[in-house]
């Protein structure tokens, strides 16, 4: 036998065997690749006033998981109401798209679809948009799953809209919807819009509300005003509002909103006194041939209340000042009672009792009068 012979006897595969991990068959030959995009997966439309806004995150992959390359794509959109074509909408005709942001993240797009005429008229009916990828030699794997949303009159825009500070929050009002306005409600949308001025703000809560909704805005059915209570203080807030109208077409749950209303921005400072101690009582007595007067009040429920301020002045039979008022103690009073071991049996007394908060605003006055136990 040849040298040759059994030098092919000896190595069946050949010099590649020298740097391959084993002879294993590949297996069957796979068809070479098309390189078509994976249709989108996430098409939404939402309707905001007289347009439609379109978002969709692009595909990384081809349909048989392979990434793409070149990573771009070319993407049409179409629309059409439920029962019609679906037609291509102008602008959005093979518009090339880098699948990817300069981090390598995959791309998130947002598209604007001003509604023509016809679509922004009449009732609500469904309205159905579509996108299409192909690749760069205009290869696709067809149009993605339907995206809805409706077609007709949007609701009415919010008008007037205004924000006034309060002690419980930020109180918003509008004008009241149009009589013919269709059954709504109205959103409405909190933004921060710097970092507080003064006053360090407490951490944003994970759970805090960008967008909350009022009740139905049909006009005489509800005050047209919103609390917004979780506003932070010391923070400025630009606040917008949408009217919302919501309908159930063929089995599909849509829902169209108004146009952003014009913006208005508030910042919450605590400048309110706390609410006025009530039910305020006097109690004169002698004991162990001691004078005193003992106040007591009903508590007042306030979340920022530092204590409570008592004054004491002297008053003649009229209830004329005789003197001038004299504060009591020199911190304010945590508890909603006084013990008063100083006062004149003889003279006449007004005690006034206010409520005092941590930013030092103070309530009116609640006043009692004490006689002199005793002929003057």
């Known amino acids: 036998m040849s040298a040759n012979r059994l030098k092919k006897l000896r190595y069946p595969c050949g010099l590649a065997a020298l740097f391959l991990s084993g002879c294993a068959s590949p297996g069957p030959p796979r068809p070479p ?128 809209l205004h924000a006034e500070a309060t002690r419980q929050g930020i109180l918003l009002r509008w004008r009241p919807a149009p009589r013919q306005t269709t059954a709504t409600d109205v959103l409405l949308h909190r933004e921060p819009i710097g970092p507080p001025p003064t006053l360090k703000a407490k951490p944003k809560s994970k759970n805090e509300p960008t967008w909350f909704a009022t009740n139905a805005d049909t006009a005489g059915t509800a005050a047209a005003e919103s609390l917004d209570s979780s506003a932070q203080e010391n923070v400025p807030y630009r606040y917008t509002a949408v009217r919302r109208q919501k309908v159930s077409i063929d089995g599909h749950p849509l829902e169209m909103r108004s146009a952003d209303s014009a913006p208005i921005e508030i910042t919450l400072r605590d400048i309110f006194p706390p609410p006025v101690p009530t039910a305020l009582n006097a109690a004169a007595f002698t004991e162990a041939g001691h004078f005193a ?61 206010s409520a005092l908060d941590t930013h030092n605003n103070r309530s009116a006055a609640v006043s009692v009068i004490v006689e002199p136990s005793q002929p003057q």
């Open 293 to 353: 007067v003992d106040l007591v009040w009903e508590p007042v429920e306030d979340p920022g209340l530092a204590g409570y301020i008592i004054e004491r002045q002297p008053i003649d039979a009229s209830g004329t000042a005789t003197g001038p008022s004299q504060r009591l103690s020199p911190t304010p009073v945590t508890l909603p009672a006084f013990h008063d071991a100083s006062a004149n049996p003889a003279q006449r007394y007004r005690y006034s009792v």
């Open 33 to 160: 690749s098309l390189r078509l995009p994976q249709p989108l997966r996430n098409l939404s439309a939402a309707r905001e006033g007289n347009e439609v806004e379109l978002r969709f995150t692009l595909p990384q992959h081809t349909t048989d998981n392979l990434p793409l390359r070149p990573p771009v794509v070319q993407a049409t959109l179409c629309r059409g109401l439920e029962r019609d074509p679906c037609v291509l909408v102008p602008g959005r005709e093979s518009q090339q798209l880098s699948i990817s942001e300069p981090n390598g993240t995959a791309r998130a797009i947002i598209w604007r679809d001003p509604l023509p005429p016809a679509l922004t008229a009449g009732p609500p009916r469904v309205l159905i948009y579509r996108v299409q990828l192909e690749n760069t030699r205009g290869r696709t794997a067809g149009w993605s799953a339907s995206a809805y949303t409706l077609a007709g009159a949007a609701p009415p825009s919010v008008k007037d």
